[in-house]
């Protein structure tokens, strides 16, 4: 089951924005967990944090403090809290299983295109 990533959108610089993703739980429990990617164009997809099957959370250091990853009580969605939002979060926000093993790799590779956030001065 491919993501579903509603939520994006544009804020000022200095906001707030939650991302949320549909996931497949199977895939969740499988691969260990999810990552939540950003991208943009031009530029290698980054890594902004992961949420792992037991719930726990890692971040890229430079985001961590400002981004917070969750996931409801049914399991079925997990979010991306950006806070103090700055220009330069301004990419493509998309999830995919976490890279446990080469099936899931190939999963995380090949996700969701994600959802656009924009944030302007």
């Known amino acids: 089951v491919q993501p579903v990533e509603p939520g994006g959108g544009s804020v000022q610089a200095g906001g707030s924005l939650k991302v949320s993703c549909q996931i497949d739980t199977y895939l969740f429990r499988g691969c260990g967990g999810y990552d939540w990617y950003r991208q943009v164009p031009g530029k290698e997809r980054e890594l902004v944090g992961s949420?792992?099957?037991?719930?726990?959370?890692t971040f890229e250091p430079s985001l961590k403090g400002r981004f917070t990853i969750s996931q409801d009580n049914s399991g079925n969605t997990i979010y991306l809290e950006m806070n103090n939002l700055k220009i330069e979060d301004t990419a493509q926000y998309a999830c995919a299983p976490h890279a446990l093993n080469d099936y899931c790799s190939g999963l995380n590779k090949n996700w969701g295109q994600g959802t656009q956030v924009t944030v302007s001065s």
């Open positions: 949420i792992s099957s037991d719930g726990t959370t």
